[in-house]
């Protein structure tokens, strides 16, 4: 059994439930790569920051984006400067391991110690992405041709891997991972939040803005719903305005801060002033 | 070890397989979380479950499984132990001391604030260390504290039996994840991530691209010459049009069409988005607005739109028997159409070989003769999450569904 008083338990600045906890601590003593998912705004990313400040581990980060190829976290190629060397003839190409640069998976691989490997908004990639960092990652090991070398894990790195859902991840990919959906936190969970952020928040101040923030929320058909940190910019700039609390509740100050679109927020005003219908025709 | 577990998920249709039953048995046998049901249900969600959507499902089948076995949460255990054993039992009360005890209680309520209680509650557990029978501040049983079991305080906090901090069966019970699952309504950004499957990618436009592979390979073949090869850069090149129907029986399923609405105006992918609306069935023509003052001659969707484009029709295809069949069947009374509905809904199924009819209402209500009629026509799919990913597949499958004469 694991030694309850070891493992991951949140750091300073994040908060994290404790089931949470419970599944990042199995996640690295099994060493399988632990898959996040999640609204946006519930601190997908800064898990991957708390694991590395509360376990002391180094944090490397491989952001993904649309172009990002699975080869580029191993190891890059590059032959158009060793083509440009050739050209001119001023230095010795026939070494081609300078030409070799290791991607954020083979940096994590190679460390000397274990390290935290965030993966992140894996989502944003092609399709095809997971699928082929599948062995990789099961491995922690992978060659590469143009040297006829292996490069393994001397560690098993901590990976984390965070997805905005906006594409679905492969099965057999997910077969291989640990999943957690971080849900949106409740009122109870943001309270603590917020006061990790703002220590010396006035009790009703919080109480109000919360009691709002989630009343804002639950406004359907909103194109993009506030989320923690729109909550606290917003009440960022209550406290810095100085706004009483009695005013949050009779109207809401500084809504640009939550709604972040012309349309949400000209529905929310609608909607607050009276309940209005699609347009749809009241005839059959 | 719990094998069954792992039958009841697969027969409430959470796709768990071998594998992942398997390393979460190498978890449970290594021994690396405490053996309490707690750990059990959310270890067991992290290993077997791999999307949000199938959280509910698990949830049941936690329920079924696990159900019986009484839990109480973590934090409680300590609460818990304080609250055994009682004093003494509460004395039975007569009706009126029934009704002053709910007097009370509105006037407590009235003077103080719940959330206040819940707070000074939180604090209370935090400070205390021990068990505490009677008495009036601490959380203990028989005492006038607003906080414990057995006590007399009107309107406290009762500690016990529920819980309200999470214990895995409670969780499991409320079932929070219900609205995640796949087969209900979408919101919007369910429905945006459905409609961005919708794409068909080309290379079009401009050469800007830099092509590597190429340019290596051309460089080589050139004798070290550098030279630069460009590519087209690929776009998606789907074209929607979007015909919605906004007549009266459409009215309880306004929020889910505004939903879908407004998610596809949203997507910024598609090459070209149209929009029409049509009141109960299409005839010669559609609107612009959802008010129906706009028209467009249903003719010009032909003329100007070529067959590339994918047509989503949303309605629930239920109307009167004359208003599809009939000449002059349309409901305004004062719209004469000379050609019936029938006619102009097939004439678009051929034109649009793309074309896919979404129905809000559920399948179970399909059984009306326009809406079977219609849903020959045109591949008829249910506005639900997975029905709108089947209607994609349908509307982006290379072969074309035979059109129905």
């Known amino acids: ?284 | 070890m719990f094998t069954d577990f792992f039958f009841v998920l697969k027969k409430k249709g959470v796709p768990v397989t071998i594998t992942e039953w398997l390393s979460f048995m190498e978890a449970l046998y290594k021994g690396y979380f405490q053996s309490s049901l707690n750990h059990l249900y959310y270890i067991g969600r992290a290993f077997l479950v791999k999307s949000e959507a199938y959280y509910d499902m698990y949830d049941l089948a936690f329920q079924e499984y696990f159900g019986s076995i009484e839990t109480s949460s973590l934090e409680l255990d300590k609460v818990m132990e304080w609250l055994e054993n009682p004093l003494h039992r509460l004395p039975k009360l007569t009706p009126e001391e029934l009704a002053e005890f709910q007097k009370q209680l509105e006037e407590f309520r009235k003077q103080h604030d719940m959330e206040e209680l819940m707070r000074q509650f939180r604090e209370r557990l935090k400070e205390q260390k021990e068990r505490h029978d009677g008495g009036s501040k601490w959380i203990g049983t028989g005492g006038t504290s607003p906080f414990g079991a057995y006590g007399y305080h009107p309107g406290g906090i009762r500690v016990g039996g529920e819980s309200w901090m999470q214990s895995a069966a409670k969780v499991a019970g409320e079932r929070r994840f219900r609205n995640y699952r796949n087969d209900i309504i979408l919101d919007v950004r369910q429905t945006k991530m459905a409609l961005k499957r919708l794409r068909e990618l080309k290379r079009e436009g401009a050469q800007e691209e830099l092509d590597i592979d190429e340019t290596i390979d051309k460089t080589a073949k050139e004798g070290g010459e550098i030279e630069l090869v460009f590519n087209r850069s690929r776009e998606n090149t789907v074209r929607i049009i979007l015909l919605m129907d906004t007549g009266g029986s459409m009215l309880p399923y306004t929020e889910l069409c505004e939903r879908l609405f407004s998610a596809a105006t949203q997507m910024e992918h598609f090459k070209e988005f149209k929009y029409y609306f049509f009141h109960n069935c299409i005839y010669q023509d559609v609107y612009e607005d959802m008010a129906n003052y706009k028209r467009v001659p249903t003719e010009k969707l032909f003329s100007n739109f070529h067959k590339g484009y994918k047509v989503i029709l949303v309605g629930d295809a239920r109307m009167a028997y004359s208003e599809l069949f009939d000449v002059n069947g349309c409901i305004d009374y004062f719209y004469t159409n000379d050609k019936p509905g029938i006619e102009w809904l097939m004439r678009i199924r051929q034109h649009f070989p793309h074309s896919v009819w979404l129905n809000p209402t559920h399948r179970n209500f399909w059984g009306h003769y326009t809406v079977d009629t219609i849903s020959k026509i045109f591949p008829m799919f249910e506005l639900t999450i997975d029905g709108l990913k089947d209607a994609i597949k349908a509307l982006t499958s290379r072969t074309r569904q035979p059109v129905l004469n």
């Open chain 1, 1 to 284: 059994m694991v030694d309850t008083g070891k493992g991951y338990r949140g750091s300073e600045y994040y908060i994290a439930s404790k089931p949470l906890m419970e599944i990042v601590n199995v996640a690295i003593a099994l060493g399988k790569p632990l898959v996040i998912k999640g609204e946006p705004g519930t601190g997908k990313t800064l898990l991957a920051h708390s694991i590395a400040e509360a376990l002391n581990k180094k944090l490397i980060i491989w952001n993904i984006k649309s172009t990002t190829k699975a080869k580029d976290g191993l190891y890059v190629y590059d032959t158009v400067q060793r083509l440009n060397d050739a050209r001119f003839k001023d230095k010795d190409i026939s070494d081609i391991r300078q030409y070799i640069k290791l991607g954020k998976l083979g940096q994590a691989f190679k460390s000397d110690e274990q390290v935290v490997l965030l993966i992140d908004e894996i989502d944003k990639a092609d399709v095809e992405f997971p699928n082929d960092l599948l062995n990789e990652l099961d491995e922690m090991s992978f060659h590469i041709p143009e040297l006829d070398e292996e490069v393994t894990a001397r560690h098993r790195p901590i990976v984390v891997i965070t997805s905005n859902s906006e594409k679905e991840l492969p099965d057999a990919f997910l077969r291989r991972c640990i999943f957690y959906y971080i849900e949106f936190p409740d009122e109870e969970m943001m309270e603590r939040i917020v006061r990790v952020h703002y220590p010396d928040i006035e009790n009703k101040l919080l109480r109000e803005a919360l009691k709002r923030f989630y009343w804002i929320r639950e406004v359907d058909g909103l194109r993009k719903k506030p989320s923690t940190s729109e909550l606290l910019d917003w009440i960022k700039a209550l406290m810095l305005g100085g706004i009483s609390p009695d005013k949050i509740s009779s109207e809401i100050p500084f809504l640009g801060t939550l709604l972040k679109n012309e349309q949400d927020t000209g529905r929310f005003v609608r909607l607050s002033n009276a309940q209005g219908g699609f347009g749809f025709k009241k005839r059959f």
